[in-house]
């Protein structure tokens, strides 16, 4: 009489279609265009006078990061999310360099 072992109880990454969710490279294409979207609109609404805060400006910079948690909360497009969040994570950077380099001034 022999027992099998129990059969492995760690989630498979494939979905049940066979596919693996989306790439991380379409993620940061998503990001890049999320990021390029929302700059867009922000400077449109800059522009036109629809507000005289930089608050919802700001606001809208997180978008992205929104949009990524999103993407990476849901099985099916979790690739997808985690390559826009990397991309999220390098645009701050990628921001905040210059920023510093100002204040520092060495600009």
């Known amino acids: 009489m022999s027992i099998d072992p ?3 109880q760690e989630p498979d ?3 049940p279609d066979g596919s693996s969710g989306g ?3 379409g993620g940061v294409g998503i990001g890049c265009g999320s990021y390029v979207f929302v700059l867009l609109i922000g400077f449109v609404l800059l522009g036109s006078g629809v ?3 930089g ?3 700001l606001l809208l910079l997180f978008s992205p990061l929104a949009i990524g948690i999103l993407l990476a909360v849901l099985p099916r497009t979790r690739r997808l999310g ?3 969040l990397i991309l999220t994570a390098a645009a701050w950077l990628i921001l905040i360099g210059p920023c ?3 204040i520092g001034g060495i600009l």
């Open 51 to 53: 507000y005289f805060s």
């Open 13 to 15: 990454s494939q979905l």
């Open 23 to 25: 790439s991380i490279w």
């Open 82 to 84: 985690i390559g826009a």
């Open 100 to 102: 510093f380099a100002m």
């Open 55 to 57: 608050n919802v400006f």
């Open 6 to 8: 129990p059969e492995s």
